[in-house]
């Protein structure tokens, strides 16, 4: 599973890329998690944390379960295959993203990172991320 390590490759390499869909960050109570007992099984993503299970889910279907959560965001995935021993992507983007406002919740996953930044941020994050290519 070798990514790319090299900082500068992966900048020029980024290809960021929108995902369809609005997401919500949520942690159900247990309550809420016994009635819907595959609801994990629904989410892009889960974090077991001391609070409580996180899920990233359709902000559509967050709102149908009354699941309480905070703004709508958009995920922008980047397309290069960072190795998990890259060293400063993360960095470089969300310190590019918070020079201009905007919040970057990034997810690693084995391939890809994905940063999540709020809806109505979208295109002007997108724009960003495309102009580090160098």
């Keep these: ?5 090299d900082l500068q490759q992966l900048l020029k390499s980024l290809a960021p890329r929108l995902l369809s869909g609005e997401w919500a960050f949520c942690t159900p109570t247990p309550a809420q998690l016994d009635a819907t007992p595959r609801l994990a099984d629904e989410a892009l993503s889960t974090f077991r944390e001391s609070e409580g299970l996180s899920l990233l889910l359709p ?3 967050a709102t149908e379960l ?3 959560f905070d703004g709508s965001f958009t995920g922008i995935t980047l397309d290069v295959h960072s190795s ?4 400063g992507l ?3 983007v969300a310190t590019r993203l918070g020079e201009s406002g905007i919040s970057a919740n990034v997810i690693a996953a084995a391939f890809h990172d994905h940063v999540f930044v709020q ?6 994050a997108l724009d ?4 580090l290519h160098g």
């Design 59 to 61: 902000i559509e279907r």
């Design 66 to 68: 009354e699941l309480s």
């Design 1 to 5: 599973m070798n990514g790319v390590t």
């Design 90 to 92: 993360t960095a470089v």
């Design 128 to 131: 960003i991320l495309n102009s």
């Design 119 to 124: 809806t109505a941020d979208a295109a002007r």
């Design 84 to 87: 998990l021993h890259a060293i």
